[in-house]
């Protein structure tokens, strides 16, 4: 049997959300329906009684294979302001550190009768691979995978600039540093073509910004001037250590030199453009301090905005599995 | 031993042969085609009316995993899987555990494969020792026991001075090396073809540099040292077009291609099915078509399966982290003619490059019907249509993406030496 095409293995038959695992395939509807209803969850964090019983009874296995302590706080948050019960799996340093295969590991999670698996991995392509592999009834949430797609980081991206310049058509965004190696501006790039901006420009040299992604709707700039002249939104991207030692780039100095955020390369956007950064940030390297902590900078909105956009994707990858279920036992019934 | 086989569309590129004659067979060999010879009598009577009669298909790439990694393949198994593929001769790689690197290790393979009673199997003997790249193999003693060629395969040369060296080795005693062009550094931690597909999924690329630039060193220091040179499984356009320039200043060079790298390309990563990591990996539709073109002129002269049984848990994992290769050994040629189906190529030269071809790129006497030839033949049925169940299959490898796959052709009976080897059940 060939495996599914993304829109097939992450909607179910109503087209509802059953996983989220990549932006790829996903129409402005659906993109549209995560923010609004991310919007709607984004007050509750001001309330005394910071809970909703959307996930009540359903356990959330946060299954972490690469370190993210970030990410996982705001699943975990985000997992429990909606009333799951809420289990932290390091598996780096545990099951298959012993040697058990992915599979393993899986079968004996779902053994413990989970209800939904926010997965991260090193591997691009492992949260498919789960979402195959896993019994039909587990709802998998891509919690970012090798280079390929970090959908959710994507989405709170999306619900800051939408909160930030109330839509998204005719916006022009300057998305800056290593491209190559970034889940996060893959599925940015996705989901900002979705949903409608004017221009996406992605910035950086050759080694960190390889001409295929114009193929995908992008345009290139090697240039920071030419990239961020006259955009809405500036989003920089971390830049890791060991890329400097992997022949992509000659020095962090030279990098900052030539593509960092400072307070003059930011006047080249608009005067009102925001700035962001999917965080943790390097100042000094990708973004000095004074823009990273300055009026335009929308950083931290980011975090807050990513419990939301996190409870939106979980309450609605829940209901179409369920849904998904009630179908398939209904359909079992009348034969 | 004779043979009579009777009424079947006897097709033999080899010989511009394709008409409906009887074909005779005593001691081994063909001894003729239409007429039976003066005093030829108490034949045993083959019918082949309806079918095909075919050369024994000549794959230069089956892995048979024995010795070492039998979890994965035996020699009897796969050759089996051959054989039921239509495959009478076939050339295994070095890179078995131990390594074919001592003649004791080549013995060891032909002692089971004569065992096995299957197909003709020729090992290639590792071009140095351990395949480590740095200490010449004892050639000249491998190729006495039975190598048909030397091969670093994809392991890497220490540097440029070792392979220069072996190649001048090699030259001295006019052995056949294999090159599989590959540079370790631009390859190296890729999985797919550095491409669209592969920057959409976030897979890391190996580009076509990697097989390029290996390429073209290596053809300078094949016109160095003389070394007669085949190149093994072409994936880039570009390599077709350096294959054919180097033919044309008259260099002794020969070329092949895997099956599964003119059937797909990499737009195929869309699905994230760890069973279509190959290595070398699929590639542009562009480059597909020109490997395809440059087996219509003759530039590329051989298709194999390049078949790679695995165990299943070697599959089960994300695409990066599973082992690349298929194992379609036994599915060859029904899986080959989906081709025509495109239009790509016509059968005389895909049959041509499934038996004459190979079999003259490596020197073996094999891929052809002539009179005075061993006994290899194959009947087919090419109307015959059917599914390939896995449950059935005689690879031990679990890693074709055609398990299931109807396909339309079959062969029925594969005979070697004059001998019934396989009949389908």
New interface residues.
Partial sequence: ??????RALQLNDDGQLKHFLTL?GLDKTILTEILDRADSFLTMGEQSVKKVPLLRGRTVVNLFFENSTRTRTTFELAAKRLSADVINLNIETSATSKGE???DTLQNLEAMQSDMFVVR?S????A??IAE?CTPNVAIINAG?????HPTQAMLDMLTIRRHKGQFTGLKVAIVGDILHS?VA?SQLQALTTLGVEEVRLVGPKTLV?S??A??GAQICHDLEAGIQDVDVVIMLRLQKERMKGALLPSESEFYRLYGLTEESLSWAKPDAIVMHPGPINRGVEISSEVADGERSVILNQVTNGIAVRMAVMSMAMSGQLQQVDTAQAGEGEA | MKLIVQNGRLIDPSQNLDATLDLFVENQKIVAIGEAPAGFEDAELVDASGKWVLPGLVDLAVALREPGQTQKGSIASEGRAAVAGGVTTLVCPPDTSPIVDTPAVAALIQDKADEAGMANVFPTGALTQGLAGEQLSNMVALTEAGCVAVSNGRYEMKNNKVLSRALEYAATHDLLVVFHPEDTSLADGGCAHEGLYSTMHGLTGIPDTAETVALMRDLLLVEKTGVRAHFARLSCAKSVEMIADAKATGLDVTADVALHNILLSDDILNQFDGRFHVRPPLRGEGDRLTLIEGLKQGVISAICSDHQPHEKMAKIAPFAATEPGMANVEVLLPLAMTLLDEGDLDFATLLSCLTSGPAACFGLEAGSLAVGSFADFILFDSTARWYWDSSKRKTKGHNSPYFGDEFIGQVTDTYISGQRIYQLS
């Fill in positions: 049997m060939m495996r599914s095409e993304p790829d295969s992915l599979l991995h591997d691009s392509g492992a498919h691979f592999h995978d090798g280079r390929h797609a889940r893959r390889p295929f992604f193929e995908m």
